[in-house]
């Protein structure tokens, strides 16, 4: 084949459309593998490069042959082929997850463009990190949220359809605003809920140690990020510590006061940027509440970008409905403790995928019904 031929679109059209299918299937699963290494390590700051694959447990390097996306899993029916450990099911199920989406992806949007399908299969597969991440580290890393963001508005300049337009100034304008609102509009009512909701008090088992170090709050089931909980400089961590341990002392029975200034032990106050590692004993923590953390303002943000501001306004009506109908089902089966533990990233994410597969059609059929 010559290289003009290589590069005719007519030959190309001649592909079996759903030899393609196949094509973003496979594709799709390989991803999936490198998804799961984002989500590994992302949230513990390794690098997503090197070393090369390897297993969790004992660090076997996994060669090529080992490390064919789901195939290898059922295989070696989720153990490592070196130490025997199990391998998560999450694995399998990313790799599964993406290639469905990459598949859907192509069916959808193939037929209308090829690139339009494949900075959508960009965008969800940022989507299912950003999602598992979340559910277990209550994160969304930057590399998702702000890389989410330039990746967005660079896509619409080169792709105008994603935003409906036919030039790439308009389409790129088009998706500054999109994260313009979506950042705005969740960083307002993110302000709004600190209003409302104030303080969290936390019950805690008697003698629960939680330790406070340069950038976070430590407890036991979760790791809470000083910028998730300080916004202003009235904003404070308070609780009463049966034992209070700093690198050159120790408290009794004290009350402990933390603001983003000012860190006050007893009657002692120091400056929290000197005190690198604090850790205490008690049974009850009071927290600033927020509606929602950063890590969401900048992830509407990145969905804005991809999908304009109109999907903002869907993914946040729509997050919601379904944080409601969560919560309703734990309520029933008296799981409500869990709803804690949810983060609303997840949400977020559900939405904005409804969105792009059959939300932009729902609410234009909607509106073209009522409100005309």
């Not at 790439?168 to 600190?194: C, D, E």
């Not at 049966?242 to 120091?270: A, F, H, M, W």
Request: aromatic share 14%.
């Amino acid at each position: 084949m010559g290289n003009n031929a290589m590069f005719d679109a007519d030959a190309w059209a001649r592909v079996p459309f759903h030899f393609w299918s196949v094509v973003f299937f496979v594709f799709g699963c390989m991803v999936g593998s490198f998804l799961n290494v984002c989500i590994h390590r992302m949230p513990i700051g390794e690098s997503i490069v090197s070393p090369p694959s390897h297993c969790p447990h004992c660090k076997y390097s996994i060669p090529w042959f080992l490390n064919v996306p789901l195939f290898t899993w059922l295989y070696l029916r989720g153990k490592c082929a070196n130490c025997r450990a199990p391998i998560s099911i999450r694995y399998f199920l990313v790799e599964l997850l993406t290639g469905i989406i990459f598949l859907s992806c192509w069916l959808f949007f193939g037929h209308q463009s090829v690139f339009l399908a494949l900075v959508y299969c960009i965008f969800l597969a940022g989507l299912i990190a950003a999602t598992f991440i979340d559910f277990e580290h209550f994160i969304i890393p930057d590399e998702i949220t702000i890389g989410g963001i330039v990746v967005g508005i660079l896509c619409s300049f080169f792709v105008p359809a994603m935003h409906a337009t036919t030039t790439p100034t308009s389409s790129m304008k088009a998706g500054a605003w999109g994260a313009i609102v979506g950042a705005g509009l969740i960083y307002g009512i993110l302000r709004l809920g600190k209003l409302a909701f104030g303080r969290q008090n936390l019950e805690l088992s008697s003698g629960t140690k939680i330790i406070f170090t340069e950038t976070a709050v430590v407890l036991p089931d979760k790791e809470i990020l000083y910028e998730e909980l300080f916004y202003r400089q009235s904003d404070f961590i308070r609780l009463e510590a049966s034992k209070v341990e700093l690198s050159d002392r120790c408290y009794s029975n004290v009350e402990v006061r933390l603001t983003p200034s000012r860190l006050q032990i007893g009657e002692d106050e120091l400056n929290p940027d000197d005190v690198p590692y604090l850790e205490v004993m008690t049974d009850k923590l009071v927290l600033p509440r927020e509606a929602m953390g950063l890590g969401d303002v900048k992830f509407m943000a990145a969905i804005g970008a991809f999908l304009g501001w109109q999907a903002v306004i869907f993914s946040l009506v729509v997050s919601s409905f379904l944080g409601s109908l969560v919560g309703i089902f734990l309520i029933i089966s008296k799981k409500q403790a869990w709803s804690s533990r949810l983060p609303y990233g997840p949400y977020i994410a559900m939405a904005a995928t409804l969105w792009l597969f059959g939300g932009y059609h729902f609410v234009t059929w909607w509106a073209a019904k009522y409100l005309h």
